[in-house]
């Protein structure tokens, strides 16, 4: 397996802009968590999903964003209008509940909003 | 609401034993303890965890207080590319909601 991947790698974009962030998760995991990263905050949960459905979204910082988990394979976070303040890196991780219960990371988004 | 005081910093020489302490005194019976690290810019990477007993596997060993209150992540011969953050974390192992803290930056020295 790739591992957890996402996408983009990097985004800029203009304040006001919408911004969709996309995450594919290991096969078989039944979990997806949506985290951000910033120097000043740390990594923040944000969301996350249990067969496909919205478990937790109350790190959801406010309603500009949302995430949606349309199929066990896939997720977005969605900014709408998009700020500067919602500048960090965006992780996705996977895991998979009754084993050894580790979440596994992917590489990130680095969102840069101007 | 992370439930662990780590360190900001720590250095370790290269070829030595890192120790990274972690306290969590507020841990519940069924609250394990998860270490992972954070290599710059890559996503967090899970190491170990365990419940009460030590446990070791290929990556370091993790040495847990009999009243659980505290744990100890040893590297047993660290490298440069272990230079990291270090995220000491508690949760139920069913639970999924992994909090991270604030962790301890590693840098090994050459």
């Known amino acids: 397996d790739a591992g957890v991947i996402q996408s983009p790698r990097h985004e800029v974009t203009e304040m006001g802009q919408e911004v969709t962030l996309r995450c594919k998760p290991i096969?078989?995991?039944?979990?997806l968590f949506w985290y951000r990263q910033t120097m000043m905050r740390g990594l923040e949960l944000l969301i996350y999903?249990?067969?496909?459905?919205?478990?937790?979204d109350s790190g959801m910082p406010e309603d500009r964003f949302s995430a949606k988990m349309p199929n066990a394979s896939f997720s977005t976070l969605k900014i709408q209008p998009s700020e500067p303040r919602d500048s960090a890196v965006y992780f996705c991780?996977?895991?998979?509940?009754?084993?050894?219960?580790?979440?596994?990371f992917g590489q990130g988004t680095r969102l840069t909003v101007v | 609401d992370a439930k662990t005081t780590q360190p900001p910093s720590m250095d370790c020489a290269e070829g030595r034993a890192a120790n990274l302490p972690c306290n969590h005194s507020?841990?519940?019976?069924?609250?394990?303890v998860y270490w992972y690290r954070q290599i710059h810019s890559q996503g967090p990477q899970y190491i170990i965890h365990?419940?009460?007993n030590n446990e070791t596997n290929e990556m370091a060993s993790l040495i847990i207080t009999e009243d659980r209150k505290s744990s100890t992540l040893i590297l047993p011969h660290a490298t440069l590319r272990d230079t990291a953050v270090y995220y000491c974390?508690?949760?139920?192992?069913?639970?999924?909601?992994?909090?991270f803290g604030t962790g301890t930056s590693l840098t090994v020295i050459p």
């Open positions: 507020t841990i519940s019976g069924n609250e394990y």
């Open positions: 974390i508690v949760r139920v192992h069913t639970g999924n909601q992994f909090y």
């Open positions: 096969s078989g995991h039944d979990y």
């Open positions: 991780a996977s895991s998979f509940q009754g084993a050894i219960t580790e979440a596994f």
């Open positions: 365990g419940l009460k």
């Open positions: 999903f249990n067969n496909n459905v919205p478990i937790d």
